[in-house]
């Protein structure tokens, strides 16, 4: 995908994001819609960039389809939120951005020795994003993800190690490690 674009967010982008973030519906973001005056509040707030936190407008073509905040960024383990808009799901946008944040995470932040993401169970594309980017799935919580209507759903957490971003495996988590 050499259309898409990743720019780093700044205050002279409140407006857009703002704009992007509530013109869209999120049914995997807990209430799926978001407030404009909250977008714009946090943006004042530092939430969208600080020493902690950096968003990036994800563009195609010169256009919005997406935005990615990594956070907890001081942390040997960031975080990320990555969302793409409607128009634009299925199109490999989300696989190209996680794999371009892993780099940029690996590449910039020496301190960072893995990235976590978090997702709804039922949120297949979104778990297939982690797969095809090198990602395993550490975690699954039960009933611990709320949606807009207040229906608990299982979560699941995936992570990718810099060592294995570095040689393209995927060390696998061992689960059945119980103690008798």
Not at 56 to 79: A, Y
Not at 87 to 104: E, I, K, M, P
């Amino acid at each position: 995908m050499e259309h898409i674009e990743m720019r780093r967010f700044t205050s002279a982008d409140a407006e857009t994001l703002a704009d992007f973030l509530a013109g869209e519906e999120w049914p995997f973001h807990g209430s799926g819609r978001v407030d404009r005056d909250d977008v714009l509040r946090r943006v004042a707030e530092g939430y969208y960039d600080d020493e902690s936190a950096r968003t990036f407008r994800i563009l195609e073509d010169g256009r919005s389809v997406g935005t990615l905040r990594l956070f907890d960024i001081g942390d040997d383990t960031p975080l990320f939120d990555l969302r793409i808009g409607a128009a634009s799901r299925g199109r490999g946008v989300g696989t190209h951005s996680v794999r371009w944040l892993a780099s940029y995470v690996f590449t910039e932040f020496p301190e960072a020795q893995r990235i976590e993401g978090t997702t709804r169970r039922d949120n297949a594309a979104m778990r297939r994003v982690f797969l095809r980017c090198g990602f395993a799935k550490e975690g699954h919580h039960r009933r611990a993800w709320p949606d807009a209507e207040g229906v608990l759903h299982d979560a699941v957490a995936y992570a990718i190690l810099r060592g294995d971003w570095a040689t393209g495996t995927v060390t696998a988590v061992e689960f059945d490690d119980e103690p008798e």
